[in-house]
């Protein structure tokens, strides 16, 4: 069975930094390509990043683009988010999503961690 | 990267059919086959239920299906069904390699 379980969020100042982890299972993480997509409250979807199975290929939301950096470990099969210069506007539930019968959705989701940004 | 344009909220009768629209442009609805429909209930991370325009999951209800004509993408829910009431969401791979999604529609089962 396919599980994502995200950690690392939390309450941060604006300009601070904080760090997601996505621990996955139930699948050859290294072969799946990866992202983080981010809901703020009562708001809808918002794809955040992208990552190619071996970490090449990288794509970011223009919204964080020059401020978050996805990273991946294969060998630790953990997706990464650094969350730099953290705006009130970045306060989310962050998931991370894995593609399925296609590479082009999202078929697999974890539960989701909430970064809260408030002075 | 402008988001999909979705109607707020739906609504139907059980057993009813309602079809949600997903409205994009030629950079990505209308130039990939590469739509795909999410349902959310309160508090729950978004379910896959259509990809690639019109393809089911396994294990999702053949009473979801969709569709696409040009730039618009639907989502047609048939027989109504208490559980079906939640948000859903279309989202389209884009030209910039980037994906974007709609603003989200509320459905409501009278």
């Known amino acids: 069975e396919v599980q994502l379980v995200e950690s690392g969020g939390g309450l941060v100042q604006p300009g601070g930094s904080l760090r997601l982890s996505c621990a996955a299972s139930g699948f050859t993480f290294s072969s799946y390509e990866m992202n983080w997509v981010r809901q703020a409250p009562g708001k809808g979807l918002e794809w955040v990043s992208y990552i190619s199975s071996g970490g090449s290929t990288i794509y970011y939301a223009d919204s964080v683009k020059g401020r978050f950096t996805i990273s991946r470990d294969n060998a630790k099969n953990s997706l990464y988010l650094q969350m730099n210069s953290l705006r009130v506007e970045d306060t989310a539930v962050y998931y991370c999503?894995?593609?399925?019968?296609?590479?082009?959705?999202?078929?697999?989701w974890g539960q989701g961690t909430l970064v809260t940004v408030s002075s | 990267q402008s988001a999909l344009t979705q109607p707020a909220s739906v609504s139907g009768s059980p057993g009813q059919s309602i079809t949600i629209s997903c409205t994009g442009t030629s950079s990505d609805v209308g130039g990939y086959n590469y739509v795909s429909w999410y349902q959310q209930h309160p508090g729950r991370a978004p379910k896959l239920m259509i990809y690639?325009?019109?393809k089911r999951p396994s294990g999702v209800s053949n009473r979801f299906s969709g569709s696409k004509s040009g730039n618009t993408a639907s989502l047609t829910i048939s027989g109504l069904q208490a559980e079906d009431e939640a948000d859903y969401y279309c989202?389209?791979?884009?030209?910039?390699?980037?994906?974007?999604f709609g603003g989200g529609t509320k459905l409501t089962v009278l």
């Open positions: 690639d325009v019109s």
């Open positions: 989202s389209s791979y884009t030209s910039s390699s980037t994906w974007v």
């Open positions: 999503a894995a593609p399925g019968d296609s590479w082009y959705s999202f078929d697999y």
